[in-house]
T-cell receptor, first 115, second 112 residues
Framework: GAGVSQTPSNKVTEKGKYVELRCDPI?????LYWYRQSLGQGPEFLIY????????DSGLPNDRFFAVRPEGSVSTLKIQRTERGDSAVYLC?????????????FGPGTRLTVL | GENVEQHPSTLSVQEGDSAVIKCTYS??????FPWYKQELGKRPQLIID?????GEKKDQRIAVTLNKTAKHFSLHITETQPEDSAVYFC???????????FGAGTQVVVTP
């Protein structure tokens, strides 16, 4: 595909459940970022990967949030014991060393609703 | 860490008028300042960016200015059109691969 894709586009879950959100970056992009966007706010950084390793996970709010990128391509954001406050749009972005200023290209997001 | 503030939160302009959005940042190490446009329900898309060694950059109807001393940067849209209606976010970054720190966004409404 031409752009970053994310699945599912919408996810409704109940408080306390476990969810996984998937991001497919642009092919060849080595850097992958996760952001969370609450209604009326700017995206808030969660974690970023350079290849398979998490280079910066300082934005993860607590240990219920975890992300992996085992083969340096697709990434999964995992949220355990979901809470209503986790409801937001989760955005993924990817980037590549050859891009000017390492521009980040965003996916369409996954809208997570925790009931 | 970096903190980015953005004003105004909403901006209504008549078609053909200019729109200006202002952002301030706190970390003097920030060296890259992109602007993203986000239409309702869509992904953020980069519209223009500027590095800290440049004071101004222009691309057709949009321009960005940067004042490193005052730690603020602004987006200028001239001859606004209805399709400019969207939420605009400023952001700042301190290192090449690092995270973007976003402002809270400005809802721009262009009325015909």
């Amino acid at each position: 595909g031409a752009g970053v894709s994310q699945t599912p586009s919408n996810k409704v879950t109940e408080k306390g459940k476990y969810v996984e959100l998937r991001c497919d970056p642009i092919s060849g992009h080595t850097a992958l970022y996760w952001y969370r966007q609450s209604l009326g706010q700017g995206p808030e950084f969660l974690i970023y990967f350079q290849g398979t390793g998490a280079a910066d996970d300082s934005g993860l709010p607590n240990d219920r949030f975890f992300a992996v990128r085992p083969e340096g391509s697709v990434s999964t954001l995992k949220i355990q014991r979901t809470e209503r406050g986790d409801s937001a749009v989760y955005l993924c972005a990817s980037s590549f060393p050859g891009l000017p200023h390492n521009e980040q290209f965003f996916g369409p997001g996954t809208r997570l609703t925790v009931l | 860490g970096e903190n980015v503030e953005q004003h105004p939160s909403t901006l209504s302009v008549q078609e053909g008028d200019s729109a200006v959005i202002k952002c301030t940042y706190s970390d003097s190490a920030s060296n890259y300042f992109p602007w993203y446009k986000q239409e309702l329900g869509k992904r953020p898309q980069l519209i223009i960016d500027i590095r800290s060694n440049v004071g101004e950059k222009k691309d057709q109807r949009i321009a960005v200015t940067l004042n490193k001393t005052a730690k603020h940067f602004s987006l200028h849209i001239t001859e606004t059109q209805p399709e400019d209606s969207a939420v605009y976010f400023c952001a700042a970054k301190t290192d090449s691969w690092g995270k973007l720190q976003f402002g809270a966004g400005t809802q721009v409404v262009v009325t015909p």
